[in-house]
Every structure is written in C-alpha cells, then in structure tokens.
C-alpha cells in the first residue's frame, strides 16, 4: 500500500533472491495499479543484471520500483522498494522490514541448563531459566530474564534493528574492568506473535562473549556480527 491504495494486489507472487539475506517480492504486471508506475528513465546495476527504475504516486504519496525487462524469468514483473511504500501484508498480517523467507524458521525452547554470560573474566549473566531462540542459519542465541544479568553493566544504547520474525530490538553496551563493548546486548519488547516467548528477554553476541553452557565454553561461531 501506499498513499492509502493498494498499488500491487497478487495470488502469484515471485520470490527473488537478489541478496542471499532475504527475498524480494515481484508481482506480475496484471497484478500492479500500473496507472501508478511510471519510467524515470533510469537504470541501475545490480547482480542480476540491469534494472529499470519507475517512480510509483498515489494520492501525493510517493514511492519507487523497478524492473528487470531483459531477464527473461523477471520479464513482466515489477519490485517495489520496501522503505518507500507504506504497508506490505501477507494475507491480512502485515510484514514488516523486508519480505519473509519461507526457508527461515525460528524455534524458542525454554531450558532449565544453566547458561552463563562471561567477558574479560567477570560474570554478566548466569541463568537456570534461559530461552534458547534456533533461527535458520543462524548460530543458537541465548536469552535471559533481566533478574538473571549484571544489569548495573549495561548502558542502554540509541541503536534500534527490526526484524521480521521478531519485532524491533533496543541495546545495550556493555562496561566490564573500565573497557566498554558497544551494543553488545539487546531485547525485543514488543515481540511479534511468533517470538513472543522473549519478549523482554535479554541476548547477547555469542559472537563476542563467552558463553557456557553446564560450565562447556562453547565456541564463539563466525557471522557477520562477529
């Protein structure tokens, strides 16, 4: 949607992945209030190839989409940039930060291990009551009750991410033996139906932190947040 319209409406969408992250939505022109979408005569290089950029306007809203028209697989369907519209759903749910993959799953299981937080040597956070959230290529995180953790050491940062699983996520650095780790910490506290068993609940990087579970350091896993 956008300016109040729905500018594209489809039973057959295309998921395409242009990033490995995350799909993008392509819906087939039939599909599309193409009175809306108009060429701006501009392209851009992506990795699937050139694409054709169009200016989308609705009752004074403005937004952007484009095209592939020399892919074949992508001939006739048009992507909409997802910051520029104003609401996407999927059926009557709406989606939020970017499309949902279907490959992506996300379990939450209460444990009763004991799972301790460790940085240079001092103890942050020690749990018999932890959720262990598993999400598809992504390594196990561990999330404590706020009772369970040196709250006095963390410091609530402005930094705010979103994620479409999960909801938006506040943080917290982090100040142990007069060193501070930035945005090391945060929590969901407003979380989407499917993770609301963390709500509030505070996770660190395992990236970045030592972690142990039953007193076994685990190893620190290598991602992009590392």
Request: aromatic share 14%.
């Amino acid at each position: 949607m956008l300016g109040g319209r729905f500018i594209a409406d489809t039973l057959s969408p295309l998921l395409v992945w242009e990033s490995p992250f995350f799909p993008t939505y392509f819906f087939p022109e039939d599909d599309v209030s193409i009175e809306l979408v108009a060429q701006t005569g501009e392209t851009r290089r992506t990795r699937l190839g050139e694409a054709s950029q169009f200016s989308v306007t609705a009752d004074g809203a403005t937004g952007a989409a484009y095209g592939y028209p020399d892919l074949e697989e992508l001939s006739g369907h048009y992507a909409f940039v997802w910051k520029t519209m104003d609401h996407w759903f999927e059926e009557d749910e709406e989606v939020f930060v970017h499309a949902r993959d279907p490959y992506t799953r996300i379990d939450i299981l209460a444990s009763g291990r004991r799972v301790r937080v460790e940085v240079d040597g001092v103890s942050v956070a020690d749990s018999t009551h932890a959720s262990f959230l598993f999400e598809t290529a992504l390594p196990t995180r561990y999330y404590f009750p706020k009772t369970d953790i040196r709250m006095d050491l963390l410091t609530p940062t402005e930094k705010a991410t979103q994620c479409p699983y999960k909801g938006t996520a506040r943080y917290w650095s982090l100040t142990v033996n007069g060193e501070t780790y930035p945005d090391i910490a945060w929590a969901y506290d407003a979380a989407f139906p499917e993770s609301q068993k963390i709500m509030g609940l505070v996770s660190f990087y395992n990236e970045r932190v030592d972690v142990y579970v039953d007193e076994v350091l685990q190893e620190r896993p290598k991602t992009k947040f590392s």
